[in-house]
């Protein structure tokens, strides 16, 4: 049974469009993050949410706006996609204890 | 600010022989700190970590890291290297509140056979 899972695994796009990703944890987490993992490898995180609520924020653009319908689930969602945002999206959660569980991952190319 | 360095972005080992992953961290409380290991196409996967007590960490797959507060350090080790083992590494440090991690930039572990 995957612990946080994210959909798609791939995901090939043109730019303009508008996409989803989806991440959801069965393992009773009360916080959930987004990183993204450029070309260089290099992990960045995006956001974060706690029950729901949103925590951390960093420097991302409007374009990126995170959802998080409850404690389990946690999209992605990008409009207007740009070649710079062809990366590796990974979906995280962390029961607060400071060890983080991450998804497969989701290979995002901006065509 | 909060930083972590991984120095060697590449490091070639031969299977058997012993291993070492430096990391340095900046920070300005005790940090929590954290390696993970990606397999190509594979997401993260905690090795070891530290919170607090035995400066010496032991964590799957026969890995451990060394916390020295002095010199900012938390470095890997293996004692024997395995070609299973080949993969990136990445060092991480978190804020004990909010648990944002800051990643280092990787070591990619090459094992010859």
């Known amino acids: 049974d995957t612990a946080v899972s994210q959909t798609p695994k791939y995901l090939v796009t043109q730019m303009g469009n508008d996409k989803s990703i989806k991440c959801e944890q069965n393992l009773g987490h009360d916080t959930m993050y987004w990183y993204k993992q450029d070309s260089k490898k290099f992990l960045k995180i995006m956001f974060s949410y706690n029950n729901k609520e949103l925590i951390i924020n960093e420097t991302v653009p409007n374009r990126f706006s995170p959802k998080s319908p409850d404690k389990a689930h946690l999209n992605l969602h990008i409009n207007s996609l740009e070649l710079g945002d062809s990366a590796v999206y990974f979906c995280?959660?962390?029961?607060?204890?400071?060890?983080?569980?991450f998804g497969q991952g989701t290979r995002l190319t901006v065509v | 600010a909060q930083s972590v360095t991984q120095p060697d972005i590449h490091i070639t080992v031969s299977e058997g022989a012993s291993l070492e992953l430096r990391c340095n961290y900046s920070?300005?409380?005790?940090?929590?700190l954290f390696w993970y290991v990606q397999s190509p196409g594979q997401g993260l996967q905690l090795l070891l970590k530290y919170f607090s007590g035995d400066t010496l960490v032991q964590g799957i797959k026969g890995f451990e890291a060394e916390f020295k507060r002095s010199q900012s350090s938390f470095n890997l080790r293996k004692p024997s290297v395995h070609w299973s083992d080949a993969a990136e590494y990445f060092c991480?440090?978190?804020?004990?509140?909010?648990?944002?991690?800051?990643f280092g930039t990787g070591t990619r572990l090459k094992v010859l056979a």
């Open positions: 995280a959660s962390s029961r607060g204890d400071g060890e983080a569980f």
């Open positions: 920070y300005g409380a005790t940090p929590y």
């Open positions: 991480a440090v978190a804020n004990s509140g909010t648990y944002k991690y800051i």
